[in-house]
């Protein structure tokens, strides 16, 4: 696979977090970052709020980032990237007491590399009044957390597409959900390209209505979960209704299709003029739970796999830190009311998936949880998308 | 938790709903009195096309009964706190004064609000007028469990109802922790009531289990004509009536003297789906169906003689000695003398779900009373449950209970206050 680096231009500090309003005189110390292919050492694991400055160092062997990360480790508070071999720079950010991540990213794809634990205290910093600059800030960092969640999406579908075209069907079954998730966790990004989820992630059901070649995740779920005969599609139809096991040519095929269909994804967010709009962020929210509430709750997303609460619980993540990218707007424009109560939401449905697993060790499968679970996951996914319908007006009204 | 007068829904309810409250006081002002003077005659529930909310009791239970129903049961969410119960139960009342007005859950609407929302209201019945729409709302014996505080306050006649002969209840269309009964001469009307309420309720509760029906089975006023059920038989003949006070008093409201202050001016409310087996009754021959009823199919009349209305004359004997009201006919174990006294204000309605597994119509009688004391309903239906001749053309498959408390007596006041002390 060829993964191209994200921008061309050196040293091109993204304006993330509050950076865009740093001054040059930062309170306190440098925080030296030591960084190489596979590890990325910050010298300290805390720092007063406000100023925070690393000063960073690539001594490894090709390009590399560095990534401030909020708590739940997915939305980006910060990163600098393009970081060449031999160089040191610094990089700049103010940051509320809080806790965070920190990460490299090698080759800016991929899992972060490093993950540690970083914690400010202190008092908060100042608000910023600037409405533009909030919005700024937000889209700056909800496109990098696009561009993050694609750079892993590309080498878990490597690996797991490379499995299932040489028939290890028992690694490609493992590496399944897993997969998903980097692409669950953003999926309205992809749909707005227009024929691209459609390859990626179509159910049979719904290839055959719109009448297109049914290629992506779930044409290869189906041959690793073969249907028994007899067995039913999600529609009613016989699952054995113009199908059959895919011939290993047919997997080549299959996962190559993949395998360019995600690379395109990552080349079209990764391209310079890509941006987003702040309604497109609310309102990706506001559509990963209406992807759990169509799709996840009656369990046809996953029809053979049964893998369904791992992609319910990465939507449920994903819509989350959309949330979470906005909500400084939100609380400026006096609906903190709101905000707490979408975050009570939240956190009560997340407490519900955590009786089912996680995303780390995977979840039950969705064909052992009862319609009295299934029920409560239902109410949980209605409590919390009733609130996060009205985000969108409370960050542009 | 207090809920401001006139505040509107609760953030929780409907979020930030700017000058809803200002709306919510002006009775008769901007749209109401336009809509609520534009209906007169509508429907066949025979009165006035719209019913004030508030009051001393209820309305819904001796309001002249509407063409149509859906009624829902909900459980309170596993996080709901007392105070969500409280909160629920203001953004209820405020949202059901409006809708019984024939406006709009908010001011905003359906089509007010910004673009970038979704509309306060579904919007369904948008230019649709009031329809006689009555809401209202019980609490459930589980209401009164160890969740929010209340066990205290449990009424002790609010006991779930005992088991009885022939039931064939589903837990799933049973029971409850609160319930809406919306009655509307406007089957939308009365839906959009429901998804609107259950819509607020989103996060605090949800429904258990809901029903349609879509004719009514009694009559509450002597100005109504007798309905049938879907026997085909005149339903409700001797039901109380809004026009005898005594028994109105007497037989359906609670008072302060049956030992629980707050459900002075309440009732108690039973609900109890009952399956009707159509296709055999449909085969029985006309006398059977008469003798099984006590009554004439024509006109209702007892089979004792006279018309409708005349009373039963329980003893009277055939030629050959029997009772012209055989001893298991119906309308004897359901007469009020040989329950001790006891009447009912019935108020149900027929429904059909569909068909059934076998094809045949899932249809009978979603029957609601509402009663003083539950008792009253325990005695009649101990009565019926172990003779009555009609168990075999029916089963009991849905059964329950609720408090119905009193209303909220004006604009600001909730429903439920006086439980909350």
């Known amino acids: ?397 | 938790m207090t809920h401001e007068a006139g505040r509107g829904l609760s953030r929780r309810g409907l979020l930030g709903l700017v000058g809803a409250g200002a709306a919510g006081l002006a009775v008769g002002g901007t749209g109401g009195a336009v809509i609520a003077n534009g209906v007169a005659g509508i429907g066949t529930s025979g009165a006035a096309a719209s019913y004030p909310f508030f009051g001393e009791h209820q309305s819904g239970i001796v309001t002249a009964a509407q063409d149509r129903l859906h009624f829902a049961a909900f459980d309170l969410a596993a996080s709901a706190t007392a105070d969500d119960l409280r909160e629920l139960l203001a953004d209820w009342t405020f949202a059901a004064a409006r809708m019984t007005r024939g406006l709009e859950v908010t001011e905003d609407g359906a089509v007010g609000g910004s673009p970038l929302a979704p509309p306060d209201d579904t919007g369904e019945a948008l230019g649709l007028p009031a329809a006689g729409l009555t809401i209202t709302f019980g609490f459930g014996p589980s209401l009164f469990d160890d969740r929010f505080g209340l066990a205290a306050r449990r009424p002790a006649a609010l006991e779930p109802l005992p088991r009885f002969s022939g039931d064939a209840l589903d837990p799933a269309r049973s029971g409850g922790d609160l319930c809406i009964q919306a009655c509307a001469d406007d089957p939308q009307v009365a839906v959009h009531a429901i998804r609107n309420l259950s819509r607020i309720a989103f996060g605090r509760a949800a429904i258990r289990w809901s029903q349609l029906g879509f004719g009514r089975t009694s009559s509450t006023t002597t100005s109504q004509v007798t309905p049938r059920n879907l026997f085909g038989f005149k339903d409700g003949t001797a039901n109380i009536k809004a026009e005898e006070p005594d028994a109105v008093a007497g037989h359906v409201w609670a008072s302060a003297s049956d030992g629980t202050a707050w459900m002075a001016g309440g009732t108690y409310l039973v609900a109890r789906k009952i399956r009707m087996v159509i296709e055999s009754w449909d085969r029985t021959r006309l006398e059977e169906q008469q003798r099984v009823i006590g009554r004439d199919k024509g006109e209702g009349a007892p089979l004792s003689g006279g018309t409708e209305f005349t009373a039963l004359e329980l003893d009277k004997p055939d030629d050959d000695g029997t009772p012209r009201i055989a001893a298991d006919a119906h309308v004897r174990l359901a007469h009020p003398t040989v329950n001790g006294g006891a009447r009912l204000l019935r108020r149900g309605y027929n429904y059909v779900d569909g068909d059934d597994a076998l094809g045949r119509l899932d249809a009978g009688l979603f029957f609601l009373s509402f009663q003083r004391d539950p008792a009253q309903f325990v005695t009649v239906q101990r009565s019926l449950a172990g003779h009555d001749a009609l168990n075999e053309y029916i089963k009991h498959v849905g059964s329950a209970i609720f408090a119905v408390p009193p209303g909220a007596p004006a604009e600001g006041a909730s429903i439920g206050d006086p439980l909350f002390g």
């Open chain 1, 1 to 397: 696979m060829i993964i191209r680096p994200l921008a061309t231009a050196t040293a091109a500090l993204l304006a993330l977090g509050l950076a865009g309003c740093v001054p040059n005189s930062p309170a306190g110390e440098a925080i030296p970052v030591a960084i190489t292919d596979d590890t990325c050492a910050v010298s300290s694991d805390t720092a007063p709020s406000g100023t925070v400055k690393f000063e960073l160092t690539n001594s490894g062997t090709d390009v590399n980032e560095f990534e401030i990360l909020a708590e739940d480790r997915l939305r980006i508070v910060g990163e600098k990237e393009n970081l060449i071999p031999g160089q040191t720079v610094a990089y700049t950010l103010q940051l509320n007491p809080g806790t965070y991540y920190t990460a490299c990213k090698f080759q800016l794809v991929g899992a972060p590399i490093g993950l540690a634990e970083f914690t400010v205290t202190g008092e908060p910093v100042a608000a910023d009044t600037d409405e533009q600059q909030l919005v700024d800030e937000a889209v700056t960092s909800y496109v990098a957390y696009i561009r993050s969640q694609t750079g892993e999406l590309l080498p878990a579908v490597a690996a797991f597409t490379e499995a299932y075209a040489a028939g290890e069907d028992d690694t490609a079954r493992s590496l399944f959900a897993s997969t998903r998730v980097f692409y669950e966790r953003i999926e309205p990004t992809a749909e707005a390209f227009g024929d691209l989820d459609p390859k990626i992630d179509y159910r049979e059901v719904d290839a055959l209505a719109e009448g297109l070649a049914w290629t992506g995740f779930h044409r290869i779920e189906k041959d690793l979960w073969p249907p028994a005969a007899g067995e039913l599609n999600s529609d009613g139809t016989s699952a054995l209704l113009d199908w059959a096991p895919s011939t290993p040519a047919q997997r080549a095929g299959f996962a190559a299709d993949l395998t360019s269909d995600v690379q395109e994804l990552y080349d079209l967010v990764s391209a310079e003029d890509f941006t987003v709009t702040l309604a497109d962020i609310s309102n990706g929210a506001i559509g990963l739970l209406d992807e759990v509430a169509v799709g996840k709750i009656s369990g046809e997303e996953d029809w053979w796999s049964h893998t369904d609460l791992t992609d319910f619980a990465a939507n449920v993540q994903g819509a989350e830190v959309a949330f979470g990218t906005v909500t400084a707007i939100a609380v400026s424009k006096g609906e903190q009311e709101l905000v707490d109560e979408i975050q009570r939401q939240f956190d009560a449905l997340e407490a519900l998936l955590a009786r089912y697993g996680s995303i780390e060790d995977g979840f039950t499968p969705y064909d052992q949880v009862t319609d009295a679970q299934r029920n409560e996951l239902s109410d949980g996914v209605n409590a919390l998308a009733e609130p996060l319908s009205r985000l969108t007006a409370a960050v542009l009204d």
